[in-house]
């Protein structure tokens, strides 16, 4: 059993340090139809074992990719050897960190792996599917996808854990062309957190989903472009997630703060509507479970949500321990590493806009001209809060009705100048989880929000 590599290493934690020691195993599987041809079949782990020390306010950090009682011994000598370093030729001293208390976070959920037959099968069952019934698609791919992070964590001062995510996906692309022989393209990703099993029981479940995108792909070919130019519009939950991790919750990551970002000096000013909420959820969202829950993070800090912004004000930032230290604040569990040679950064769990009290139709009916874009197929921001989304799927909205879909365009603006625009939000959130987070490493997320009617910029055609 991997645990026992790590068990009673405590032993050998420096005395006055911040050890943490982290044994950890990544593993992908990925399965790929084109027009039904399988064109990759893939498995690969990666795991080893990593120590982390703080000395005096200053880190080391050593790894390895063995996951041997040996490696243990090695990455802590490693580690703490390299904290002693800096702090010798550092003149400036730092006060130590400071966990939130110590105990043990159980194991969140077991992780299955699946034989790859059981992916490859599954994968064909859908193509065939879609072959059948949409014979008069240009194109079509079919990606089934997995990924999982599994660590064992102890710590010197914080809480230690056995922690799981495990996620599966089936992305479906599907292509069309238009009346003059352009091609348009929509996907829909299906699945979520869990096992194989937990996610895809019956091929079968998946069809209604894949026959929404095959209506949504043939309304696209009628398409029309966006007219460009700053409208009113109404943002569905997919955007609105992706404004609230891209847009915001990247500047609210304290190490950006120290890094310049426009979130520094607006904490506890307006930045959005009142109507605007804002949280990085832990692990229990609205009730439920989060998309991809976080329990503990590598530092060893139990994970908690941080409200972001509340009724339209900032409110905080999401920390690290040394961070936390600094901005007196308290640490919620945000440090996470992707792979175990990696070391903790401050990242995002399960980022959204909280639901409002409107519905839906009642949003569009009060467009008189503009547009509803539900769907997008990328986005970047930077730490002005200035972003870039494409849209791929949305609608023209006439005088209160949804018209003609819109082909492929942009939306921009400055994420604290477009929330003050916001003046009506939906009661329903739409999650997204199929994602990575790239801030430096990879990192699975899950982003959400409701329909939210602003004042954006359009890029057009």
């Known amino acids: 059993m991997l645990e026992n590599v790590i068990a009673g290493k405590e032993k050998l934690f420096a005395d006055g340090t911040h050890t943490e020691l982290r044994l950890q195993e990544n593993r992908s ?7 039904g041809n399988l064109v990759a079949n893939g498995r690969s782990e990666e795991k080893g074992i990593s120590a982390r020390v703080c000395e005096n306010g200053f880190y080391g950090f050593s790894s390895k990719a ?28 730092k006060p130590p960190v400071k966990t939130v208390g110590m105990g043990t976070v159980p194991l969140n959920k077991e992780t299955v792996d699946t034989e790859q037959k059981t992916y490859v099968e599954f994968a064909r069952q859908i193509d065939a599917y879609i072959a059948e019934k949409y014979p008069a698609l240009a194109s079509r791919r079919v990606i089934l996808t997995t990924d999982s992070t599994e660590k064992y964590i102890l710590t010197s001062d914080g809480y230690s854990g056995h922690v799981t995510i495990p996620r599966h996906y089936v992305y479906v692309f599907l292509t069309a062309n238009t009346p003059s022989g352009a091609p348009v393209e929509l996907f829909k990703a299906l699945g979520g957190y869990g096992n194989f099993s937990d996610n895809f029981s019956d091929p079968s479940l998946c069809f209604p989903e894949i026959d929404g995108v095959y209506e949504d792909v043939m309304r696209k070919t009628e398409g029309i472009h966006a007219e460009a130019g700053l409208k009113t519009v109404v943002l569905g939950g997919d955007l609105s997630g992706m404004l609230a991790h891209e847009a915001v919750g990247h500047t609210v990551e304290a190490d950006l703060v120290n890094g310049g970002s426009v979130a520094g000096p607006n904490l506890g000013k307006v930045v959005a509507s009142p109507l605007v909420n804002m949280v990085d959820f832990a692990n229990t969202a609205l009730g439920v479970t989060a998309p991809l829950p976080v329990y503990l993070d590598d530092e060893g800090t139990p994970a908690e949500d941080v409200v972001l912004i509340k009724d339209g004000i900032l409110q905080g930032y999401m920390h690290n321990l040394e961070t936390a230290r ?17 070391e903790p950064l401050i990242r995002m769990r399960n980022t959204a806009v909280l639901p409002g009290k409107d519905s839906l139709d009642d949003i569009i009916a009060s467009v008189d001209d503009g547009y509803y874009f539900i769907s997008t197929n990328n986005g970047q921001a930077d ?36 929330l ?16 990575f987070c790239g801030k430096k490493q990879p990192m699975p997320v899950g982003l959400g929000g409701p329909a939210l009617r602003c004042k954006i910029t359009v890029g057009g055609r």
């Open 29 to 35: 599987r990925r399965v790929v139809l084109v027009g």
């Open 326 to 342: 600094q901005f007196g604040d308290r640490p919620r569990g945000n440090a996470r590493a992707w792979t175990y040679a990696d």
């Open 383 to 418: 730490l002005t809060g200035e972003f870039m989304f494409g849209v791929c799927m949305g609608y023209e909205i006439k005088n209160g009705k949804l018209g003609r879909p819109i082909l492929d365009t942009t939306i921009t603006g400055i994420a604290f100048d477009m």
């Open 420 to 435: 003050k625009t916001v003046d009506m939000i939906s009661n329903e959130v739409h999650w997204s989880s199929s994602g």
């Open 66 to 93: 063995e996951t041997t009682a040996g490696a243990a011994d090695e990455v802590l000598k490693a580690a703490t050897e390299n904290a002693r370093f800096f702090d010798s030729h550092v003149r400036e001293k």
